[in-house]
C-alpha cells in the first residue's frame, strides 16, 4: 500500500497522558499536514510542514501540542497532559512536489487516529 | 462566519434521484476540493477544482470563482453513495495551502 499511514489508528489515554502519533507520506511527497476533527464537525487545520521544516502552526495548536518531520519523510505530532478537548479524530495528509513552477494542491488523506481520552 | 459554508447539512434521498451538494466561501481561492468521509473517519478526495467543471463516472463537480459558489452532483444516486461530502478550499496568498473546510453534508440514500 503506498498511500498515507498513520498510527496508531485509535488511541485510549487518560487525562495528563502524554500520547504521541506517527504518519508516513506517500513517498517523495515534500509537504505534510496535520488536521483535527471533532465529531460532527469538518476537519481544521493544525499544522504543516515542507520537508522538514514547519511553515506554519494555526492558534488551535496550544504549548501542549509539538509535531516534528525530523528527516523529511515521516511526521510525529506529540499531545503532552492531554484534557478531555482534545479527544478527536486526527488526520495527516501529504502533497506531491510542485510541477514545473506550478503550486500542486492535491491532497492526499491518511485514515486518521482516533483519540480518545478520558 | 465560517469562511466555508455546505448546504443542506443532511440529505435523505431515494435510490436513483439526483443529489445536488452546495459550498459557498467568502475568501478567494487558489483551489477547491470535494472530499468524501465513510463511517470510520477515512477521507477520499474526488475533485479538485480552480475553475469550470469535472466529472468523474456519477459525480460531477463544478465551481463559480465569480459567485464564490461550488456544486457537487451525484446522478442515479446508490446507497453506497451514502456518507459526509465535505468542500474545503485553498485560500489565497496563504503559503501553508492548508485546507479550510466546511461542516460537511451528511447524505444517507436509502434503497
Known amino acids: 500500500d503506498t498511500g498515507v499511514s498513520q498510527d496508531p489508528r485509535h488511541k485510549i489515554t487518560k487525562r495528563g497522558q502524554n500520547v504521541t502519533f506517527r504518519c508516513d507520506p506517500i513517498s517523495e511527497h515534500n509537504r505534510l499536514y496535520w488536521y483535527r476533527q471533532t465529531l460532527g464537525q469538518g476537519p481544521e487545520f493544525l499544522t504543516y510542514f515542507q520537508n522538514e521544516a514547519q511553515l506554519e502552526k494555526s492558534r488551535l495548536l496550544s504549548d501542549r501540542f509539538s509535531a516534528e518531520r525530523p528527516k523529511g519523510s515521516f511526521s510525529t505530532l506529540e499531545i503532552q497532559r492531554t484534557e478531555q478537548g482534545d479527544s478527536a479524530m486526527y488526520l495527516c495528509a501529504s502533497s506531491p512536489p510542485d510541477r514545473d513552477g506550478w503550486r500542486n494542491y492535491e491532497q492526499y488523506f491518511g485514515p486518521g487516529t482516533r483519540l480518545t481520552v478520558t | 462566519k465560517n469562511e466555508v459554508e455546505q448546504s443542506p447539512q443532511n440529505l435523505t434521498a431515494q435510490e436513483g434521484e439526483f443529489i445536488t451538494i452546495n459550498c459557498s466561501y467568502s475568501v478567494g481561492i487558489s483551489a477547491l476540493h470535494w472530499l468524501q468521509q465513510h463511517p470510520g473517519g477515512g477521507i477520499v478526495s474526488l475533485f479538485m477544482l480552480s475553475s469550470g467543471k469535472k466529472k468523474h463516472g456519477r459525480l460531477i463537480a463544478t465551481i463559480n470563482i465569480q459567485e464564490k459558489h461550488s456544486s457537487l452532483h451525484i446522478t442515479a444516486s446508490h446507497p453506497r453513495d451514502s456518507a459526509v461530502y465535505i468542500c474545503?478550499?485553498?485560500?489565497?496568498?496563504?503559503?501553508?495551502?492548508?485546507?479550510?473546510f466546511g461542516k460537511g453534508t451528511h447524505l444517507i440514500i436509502q434503497p
Open positions: 474545503a478550499v485553498v485560500a489565497k496568498g496563504g503559503g501553508a495551502d492548508g485546507l479550510t
